[in-house]
């Protein structure tokens, strides 16, 4: 019944690195986000995609990139950790539609500590 | 701007008792407002929205437009109900999510 997986759940990983999250949705959702978790500062959105080869800052893009060559996979891209992106990385996907039900699925989240 | 407020971190009640979980927005336009739910080693779910009036595990939350308020409401708590829940809105433009930086409820026996 997995719908939005998320290919890592922890992560440990050094300053400086490059780090690559994966999410894969089998849903044939269009729209796919992801978003950090923080104890007292809620979930943020740091990148969107509305379709294939497509991508949108969030509110917080600084420091990652994206990727989405396939309509499943959405790629989360660090490219030089730090210390500051020590977070929970949540995936969710979407289908949109005119009506807009716009419930987002979530993945289980990937834990990353940045040393 | 578009802004979500929890004003409550933690809330703290005892099973059978109400339970409000606080959530006021920002935003010019007509609103379309959601209840997400996290329970220990879960998902984020969706609980509820305001659009379809419904009532989820004894949970409701009305849209108060005057107030700029969705708080959601239990009339007697449980301790399956012990999670954390954020308040989120639809933002126009991209549609994307705006959510708050949550509440966690603790329902003791």
């Known amino acids: 019944d997995v719908k939005v997986t998320q290919s890592s759940r922890y992560l440990v990983k050094r300053t400086g690195e490059k780090v690559f999250l994966e999410c894969v949705q089998d849903m044939d959702h269009e729209n796919m986000f992801w978003y950090r978790q923080d104890p007292g500062l809620g979930l943020r959105l740091i990148y969107f995609?509305?379709?294939?080869?497509?991508?949108e800052k969030g509110d917080i893009p600084e420091g990652y990139s994206v990727s989405r060559e396939k309509k499943e996979r959405f790629s989360l891209i660090l490219e030089s950790a730090s210390t500051n992106q020590t977070s929970m990385y949540l995936c969710?996907?979407?289908?949109?539609?005119?009506?807009?039900?716009?419930?987002?699925?979530f993945g289980a989240g990937s834990r990353l500590t940045v040393l | 701007a578009q802004r979500v407020t929890q004003p409550e971190k933690l809330l703290s009640v005892f099973k059978g008792a109400p339970v409000e979980l606080k959530c006021n927005y920002s935003y010019s336009g007509s609103p379309e407002l959601f209840w997400y739910v996290q329970y220990s080693r879960q998902r984020l779910q969706l609980l509820l929205r305001h659009i379809s009036r419904e009532s989820i595990k004894g949970f409701t939350a009305d849209l108060n437009k005057g107030e700029t308020s969705f708080h959601l409401k239990k009339p007697f708590a449980q301790e399956e109900d012990s999670a954390m829940y954020y308040c989120?809105?639809?933002?126009?433009?991209?549609?994307?999510?705006?959510f708050g930086k949550g509440t966690m409820l603790l329902v003791s026996p």
């Open positions: 989120a809105l639809l933002n126009s433009g991209y549609s994307t999510l705006t």
């Open positions: 995609s509305y379709d294939v080869k497509m991508k």
């Open positions: 969710a996907s979407r289908q949109w539609t005119s009506s807009g039900a716009n419930v987002l699925t």
